[in-house]
């Protein structure tokens, strides 16, 4: 356990900080769970002290994306909300059942995990074949470690775990490789994938979709940001597509009921009306 322990008054001005010098948005983060993030930031970077974190993230412009990496730490997992990969499979696949092809977009899909869980639950609705995902993230470490598709065997576990709340008679150990501590995922779940370099905020989106995921990463934008997006993703969704967010977006009132169906709140599924 990191030493550092930030107050809620210290963290209260950093996001502040954040926000007013950069756009960039950790004040809607639940405060337990973000303190505890900073405090692993201090440790992790060795900056020893909240002052040190202030001064760094103040000064250094390309800092803060290596702070929001950090931050986000434990942001990604496997069947993290099986609740909703449940929904999509019967919300949107038995949907798009009929289409020839169905494309998807991972918007911030840091390394990897949501990825490799799409392409699981394709195979396993037999979609795969008739899908195709691209995968983007402004950060290239990130990228280059969902490329990899390797993970260490324990968070694989755990992931297992997971999965078993998605699929309880299935099998998640099929789907990866030992290779020494690690699990490397098949080669069919990888090469599925086209991973980029993106960024959401300067960048239009890459295509046009039937499927988008944006989840866990608007958090971090203002909601000048987060409303612009909305209207490109509903631009470069297909007619019908599906947009789906993370569970703490806190963009719930900012999505336009003329232009999504509410089709699943509870699993955050958006359609393009
Ligand atoms: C917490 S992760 C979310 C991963 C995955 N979507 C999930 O929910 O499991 C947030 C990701 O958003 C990425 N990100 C932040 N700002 C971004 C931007 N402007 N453009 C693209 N990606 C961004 C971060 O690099 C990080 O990998």
Redesign the pocket.
Known sequence: MPATQITDEELKSLTSAILRRYGIDFTCYEPTSLKRRVDRCISVLKLETVHNLWVKLLKDQLFVHRF??EV?VG??AMF?DPIMWRALKTDILNKLATKSEISIW?A???SG??VYTMGVVLQESGFQSKSKAIA????DA?IAEAQQGKYYHLKLAEYGKNYRGYNPLGSFEKYYQRDGADGVMNSQLVDHVDFRH????SEPPPGKFDII?C???MI?FDNKAKINLLEQFHQHLNDGGYLII?FYDALVPLIDKSKYYFINLDAKIFQKI
């Open positions: 929001m990496d986000s942001l990604t993290r991972h911030g899909c840091s995990e949501e983007t993230d402004i950060s990130a993106h960024n959401l905020i995921f989840r866990n990463v971090y993370g």
